[in-house]
């Protein structure tokens, strides 16, 4: 069976403070992909990044990490000196090479305060 | 990447009647599909649509309920039939590049009353 764990329902943080979101995910497949998208108060989901199951490496855009560990089965999210702009809905997910549905988590809802 | 667009953008309808919402893709893509994202919640898949083939839907949606058409590789419509309170969501359509990347339409803002 195929999952994506995200246990954080919501978070809040002050402005420019750090904040990771967490995602498990859970598969049988070696050949997996892994996703992030945001979506903020109007509604549009905006894809942030994919990550293929043979790439460990970590990536950072600007302000923006992930850290992929297939030890642990996850794949987390850090804002660094989050902004109010931030504030959105997370989801992580997860798609196989033999299937192209994605699996959503449950979103991670975080507000940035000014 | 892909550009998508969806009309209309939000609706009131009324208990009984059917919405057909639209999703147009800047580009050639052989597979769209439509979400249901009920308010609070995540994505759920309803079906997925392939250019020249039936509609392949998930459990629990069915096609006289939510027929969809897909007439060319830029274009799908989804109908909301016979609506009731509980279809009260957000519809996105979504396309899927060759990298496994899906990007998401505006989504559609629907209240039944």
């Known amino acids: 069976a195929q999952k994506v764990t995200q246990a954080q329902t919501e978070i809040s943080v002050v402005e420019k403070e750090d904040v990771t979101l967490d995602c498990v995910y859970e598969t049988r497949d070696t050949t997996y992909y892994l996703f992030w998208y945001k979506q903020p108060p109007s509604g549009e989901l905006v894809f942030l990044i994919r990550?293929?199951?043979?790439?460990?490496q970590n990536e950072i855009s600007g302000r923006y990490s992930w850290n992929f560990q297939k030890s642990t089965s996850s794949f987390n999210f850090t804002i660094t000196a989050s902004q109010v702009v931030d504030s959105a809905v997370y989801f992580c997910a997860l798609s196989t090479s033999g299937t192209y549905k994605y699996i959503f988590g449950t979103g991670t809802r975080l507000k940035v305060l000014a | 990447s892909a550009v998508i667009s969806q009309k209309p953008s939000r609706d009131i309808c009324q208990r009984g009647t059917s919405l057909t919402i639209q999703c147009q893709v800047d580009?050639?893509?052989?597979?769209m599909f439509w979400y249901r994202q009920q308010p609070g919640q995540s994505l759920t898949l309803i079906a997925t649509?392939?250019?020249?083939?039936?509609?392949?839907?998930e459990s629990g949606f069915v096609i006289d309920k939510f027929p969809i058409s897909r007439p060319n590789l830029t274009f799908s419509t989804l109908t909301v039939s016979n609506m009731s309170p509980e279809d009260s969501s957000i519809y996105l359509c979504?396309?899927?590049?060759?990298?496994?990347?899906?990007?998401f339409g505006p989504g559609t803002r629907l209240t039944v009353t």
């Open positions: 990550r293929n199951s043979f790439d460990e």
């Open positions: 979504s396309v899927r590049t060759s990298s496994y990347e899906q990007y």
């Open positions: 580009s050639q893509v052989t597979m």
């Open positions: 649509a392939n250019q020249g083939s039936e509609a392949t839907y």
